[in-house]
């Protein structure tokens, strides 16, 4: 792999514990979401004001009210634009969604809602992604709302799909920020075909979401992006 010294390391905290540790490492950002046991909802109102307070790196926040699909009730897009009205008042740097469709597209008229109601914040569209029937189409759709970046694994498993991110690198249309398995074994073939890496238990002490962040592993992580 040729070393690139703008390869951006995204690191997932779960806590403001794991925001401070994350600081102290060479990660370029955070994302910030809670119950990470079922991919990640949003966290409370006073963790997100913390976060974007004491964070020197840009944090970006899940908007995500539940676990069970990324459909949602109107209830349920309601609280997310309540939440994205919150979020917009505080000092992080973005957020993190994706509502679809039953049949696999983007909802496209609540995505706009969302984009409208950013200021200044910026959107990343979530592993909600892989759910997608058409990858390419998609993120046509995505450039033309504004949205940065896509957090993707190119499907259910990132080791099988790395033709399938290269593409999607390749269009560059939006930033692909590749998640969902990234790990130190895989690393140097997944680096290839991303602009940005996103990890989460692969930078903890014990691999696990229940122990803590490794400074040491995440340093590890950035030095093998920008120098290897």
Known sequence: MKGDKNMKL???AASIEDIDMINQ????????CKNLEVGGLTPSYTDIEIAGNISKLPVNIMLRPTAR???????????????LEFIVTTKVAGVVVGIITPEGEINVERMK???????????????????????????DILQELGVETVL?????????????????KDYNKVTVLVGGGVNFD???KVVEAANEIHVGTAIREKKSWSSP????????????????
């Open 25 to 32: 490492s060479s990660a370029d950002r955070i994302e910030f």
């Open 10 to 12: 995204e690191v997932i």
């Open 152 to 168: 993707t694994s190119g499907g259910s498993d990132i080791n099988k799909n790395l033709e399938i991110l290269q593409e999607l």
């Open 186 to 188: 895989n690393i140097e």
């Open 69 to 83: 699909d990324f459909f949602y009730s109107e209830e349920e897009f309601q609280i997310m634009l309540q939440d």
């Open 113 to 139: 809602q969302i984009t409208a109601k950013r200021g200044n914040k910026t959107v990343t569209f979530h592993k909600a992604f892989d759910n997608l029937v058409d990858f390419k189409k998609s993120l």
């Open 213 to 228: 962040i490794s400074i040491d592993k995440i340093n590890e992580m950035k030095t093998f992006l920008t120098e290897s």
